[in-house]
Each structure stands twice: as C-alpha cells, then as structure tokens.
C-alpha cells in the first residue's frame, strides 16, 4: 500500500470505489464479496492509519461530537421508548395482576437508570412523579 497513489486516495475519497485498491483494477473486473469486504477493510486500516499519523485534532474532535450527539440521540430515543412503555403500563392496569404490573413496572425503572445512572425512579410512587422525575 505504500505505493497508492495520493490520486487514487483522493480518487477513492470521492467516489468510495475501494476497489481502487485494486493493483490490477479495471472497470471491468468483477469483484466476489470477499474481495469487496477485504478492499472495505484495507481502505478502512489505510483510513485509520492516514489520521494517525496526520494526528489531525480537528477530525479527531469532529469523530467525538458526532459520537457523543449519536449516544445522546440514542438515550434520548430510549428515554421516550420506556416513558411510552410506563404509560402503556398504566393504561392496560386493568389487565394485569399486581405482582406482573410491579415486576413489569420495575424493569422499566430499572431501564430508567441503565440508561443514565442519574435516574433513579421511585418504586411504588406513581407514574405521574416518576414521569416528572425522568422528563425534568
């Protein structure tokens, strides 16, 4: 790989055809999923390799901010899942028998605090307080 061509890097930046890596790459040629996967893998170790030794900060603060947004994204999206999982409980308590609803209804609090170590619902005090509790 020493011998890529910076062109064909930037070639393969833009058009994302890892099997430019390819030494006897041809328009033509028909890749099996197996050289595809091991071009894809080459091109991300090339990638990895080209910011280390870039050692380019601002990528690396890019990668962190979209990292943390994503797992912010994703806590929040779990956050709605188990509220909508709490109230769905309530509404369907007729349903259930008690030692169900309790077991159900301690998962999701349990949940509550996996997903930040902050919330810590209250057993037994009622959907509207633990719901003030998690959306404040």
């Known amino acids: 790989m020493d011998k890529l061509l910076i062109l064909t890097f930037w070639e393969i930046i833009k058009s994302k055809n890892y099997s430019l890596l390819d030494i006897d790459y041809s328009e033509d ?44 994204l994703l806590k929040i999206e779990l956050l709605q899942d188990n509220l909508n999982s709490l109230v769905e409980l309530y509404s369907n308590i007729e349903i259930l028998d008690q030692e169900n609803f309790i077991r159900i209804e301690q998962k999701i609090y349990q949940n509550f605090t996996l997903i930040h170590d902050k919330i810590t619902p209250q057993y037994f005090a009622g959907l509207e307080e633990n719901f003030n509790l998690v959306t404040r």
């Open 29 to 72: 040629k028909i890749y099996t999923e197996s050289e595809t996967a091991q071009f894809n893998f080459l091109w991300t170790k090339l990638e990895d390799e080209y910011y280390t030794l870039k050692k380019d900060s601002k990528s690396y603060s890019t990668i962190v901010k979209s990292n943390e947004a994503f797992t912010m």
